[in-house]
Nanobody, 115 residues
């Protein structure tokens, strides 16, 4: 059974940085996409950054130039480096993996950016 476990969230002042990690356990026979989504209070969950099968990367316009998604295949881990954080980046950040038409989610990690 595939499991995704996020870590690295916390409280940071505006302008600061955080790095989120998502460790994947279990066997994955096909990886269609993997990345990060977030959900702010009272808002819908939205895409932040994602690797697409074939090697491309997509970012939300609101995080371009500030966030970087990367992966370490040897450790089965995906990272989200977040720089120049803003209060509007506050929310629960979820790791997600797409395989065979299914989306698997981690439990989420809270990121709070104070002004």
């Amino acid at each position: 059974q595939v499991q995704l476990v996020e870590s690295g969230g916390g409280l940071v002042q505006a302008g600061g940085s955080l790095r989120l990690s998502c460790a994947v356990s279990g066997s994955i026979f096909r990886l269609d996409a993997m990345g990060w989504h977030r959900q702010a209070p009272g808002k819908q969950r939205e895409l932040v950054a994602v690797f697409i099968s074939g090697g491309s990367t997509n970012y939300a316009d609101s995080v371009k130039g500030r966030f970087t998604v990367s992966r370490d295949n040897a450790k089965n881990t995906v990272y989200l480096q977040m720089n120049s954080l803003k209060p509007e980046d506050t929310g629960v950040y979820y790791c997600a993996l797409d395989t065979f038409g299914r989306r698997l989610w981690g439990q989420g990690t809270q990121v709070t950016v104070s002004s």
